[in-house]
């Protein structure tokens, strides 16, 4: 599905001139409440510059069908592609194709890609981790049985959250223990309710779950209400606030770390401006997009550069956010 918010005019060559610009952000998944959100940002990011853009997305996180629709972009020459990849190593070869067309590529949640003029993050994804397993460890006294949820095995972020935050709980939270590898569930929330409820049943004494993809901890939570399970168990991890936001009343979901995929969207789009206006994209470069105002180059990558946008609510803050 294609989100328009520019009357394109047709394939244009990269310009100076905003309106001769167009630009098309890809997305994870079309339809879900994150990447509706992140078309907000698209949207005002095409109000505030002039540049025609528009946001696609399959309708599964299959990495087949996002390279595809990749592909299937190159010929339409856009002036710029933002990617939120669904497995980096799937797409590189595809966006090595746009750059080779003189299309250019910024990416999001895609650390160590090769084929990005920029990545861009939100803020340090092994830092995000680790804040999200301490707060997991606190709520359960640093003891008990854990599990981690993923939307994916290739989703290069998710797997650098649990990663940081499985390596801190070994270290510095050694009476807590993960059950299983990742569960994967395919950015999909009654994946992630269904396999909630598996292993709530397998194991009795599981009492702590941390969710990588938006879509997990409200499935999450769902399981948990079913079960009555909300006063023994402590749920965590990346949500969409007005999704959550119901389940923090009664304890079925304890705290939800993120950061608006809107200002993300917003950002990837300026970075892609700025490259071809001639600007540099280097540290301390301010996007006018809040949380992307000092950027940060990441040690050890050439390209990836961080905002500082992590934020987290619990049920006393949660009503703060009004997306």
């Known amino acids: 599905m294609m989100m328009l918010f520019a009357a394109s005019t047709g394939i244009t060559h990269a310009s100076p001139n905003p309106s001769d610009m167009t630009m098309v952000n890809v997305v994870k998944v079309d ?3 994150w990447f509706n959100r992140m078309a907000v940002g698209v949207e005002r990011f095409a109000t505030r510059t002039g540049v025609h853009t528009s946001q696609e997305g399959a309708d599964d996180t299959s990495p087949q069908k996002q390279v595809q629709l990749i592909a299937d972009l190159i010929p339409r020459r ?21 750059r080779a067309q003189g299309i250019t590529v910024v990416s999001h949640e895609a650390t160590g890609i090769k084929n990005a003029d920029i990545d861009i993050e939100a803020f340090d994804n092994a830092a995000f981790g ?8 606190q709520c359960m006294g640093g003891h008990g049985e854990y599990v981690q949820f993923v939307g994916s095995v290739t989703m290069t972020t998710h797997m650098q959250w649990i990663d940081a935050a499985h390596d801190m709980q070994l270290a510095d939270f050694p009476g807590m223990t993960r059950i299983e590898d990742p569960v994967e569930t395919g950015n999909d929330e009654p994946t992630a ?20 993809a938006s879509t997990d901890v409200p499935g999450i939570a769902r399981a948990v209400r079913d079960a009555g399970a909300q ?46 206006q001639g600007e540099r994209i280097e540290a301390g470069t301010d996007l006018a997009v809040p949380g992307y105002d000092a950027l940060t180059k990441l040690d050890g990558y050439d390209n990836v550069f961080v905002g500082n946008a992590a934020l987290e609510a619990d049920v006393n803050t949660i009503s703060q956010y009004d997306f």
Do not use: H
């Not at 592609?81 to 746009?98: H, K, M, R, Y």
């Not at 680790?130 to 460890?137: C, E, F, H």
């Open 31 to 33: 339809g879900i409440p």
């Open 78 to 98: 856009p002036t710029a592609i933002t990617v939120v990849p669904n497995s980096v190593e799937a797409v590189e070869d595809v966006l090595g194709q746009a």
């Open 130 to 137: 680790r804040q999200t397993i301490q707060s997991l460890a």
């Open 193 to 212: 309710y269904v396999k909630a409820r598996e292993l709530l049943a397998k194991y009795p004494t599981l009492t702590g779950f941390q969710g990588a």
């Open 231 to 276: 006063d023994r168990t402590c749920v965590m991890g990346t949500a969409v606030p007005s999704v959550a936001a119901p389940f923090f009343a009664d304890g079925a979901i304890d705290k939800i770390f993120f950061w608006d995929p809107a200002m993300a969207g917003e950002a990837q789009l300026q970075i892609a401006l700025m490259l071809i």
